[in-house]
Nanobody, 119 residues
Framework: HVQLVESGGGSVQAGGSLRLSCVAS?????MGWFRQLPGKEREGVAT????????YYHDSAKGRFTVSKDSAKNTLYLQMDSLKPEDTGVYYC????????????????WGQGTQVTVS
C-alpha cells in the first residue's frame, strides 16, 4: 500500500496561488489529485501518468492548475493559480498502479487531504 502525505493547503484570496505537494512512498503508474467541495462528492482534478507523462484535467482546472511530478523525490505537485472561491474544498492526492481514471472509486491509495480555502 502506497503511503501519501499532502501539504501546501491554506487560505488565500481569490486570484492567488497555492502549490500542493504529495510525498509518496513510491510513485505508481498513475498519480492524481482529487478534491471534495462543500456539499459535493469527491471529484478528479488532475492526473498524470508517471511513465508517459500524459495528463488529465477537470474542465474547471484547465488553464489554471498544473500537475507535475518529481520521480527522484517521489513527490507529486499541483500548482494552482488564479484560484476562485469555488475551488474551496479538501484536496487529496491518490495513486493507482494501473491506468489513470477519473473515478475516485477506482483509486485505492489516498492521502489524508489538505484544506484549500479561497475567499
Amino acid at each position: 500500500h502506497v503511503q501519501l502525505v499532502e501539504s501546501g493547503g491554506g487560505s488565500v484570496q481569490a486570484g492567488g496561488s497555492l502549490r500542493l505537494s504529495c510525498v509518496a512512498s513510491g510513485l505508481s503508474y498513475c498519480m492524481g489529485w482529487f478534491r471534495q467541495l462543500p456539499g459535493k462528492e469527491r471529484e478528479g482534478v488532475a492526473t498524470v501518468s508517471t511513465l508517459g507523462g500524459s495528463t488529465y484535467y477537470h474542465d474547471s482546472a484547465k488553464g489554471r492548475f498544473t500537475v507535475s511530478k518529481d520521480s527522484a523525490k517521489n513527490t507529486l505537485y499541483l500548482q494552482m493559480d488564479s484560484l476562485k472561491p469555488e475551488d474551496t474544498g479538501v484536496y487529496y492526492c491518490a495513486s493507482r498502479y494501473r491506468y489513470c481514471v477519473a473515478d475516485p472509486a477506482m483509486w485505492l491509495s489516498w492521502g489524508q487531504g489538505t484544506q484549500v480555502t479561497v475567499s
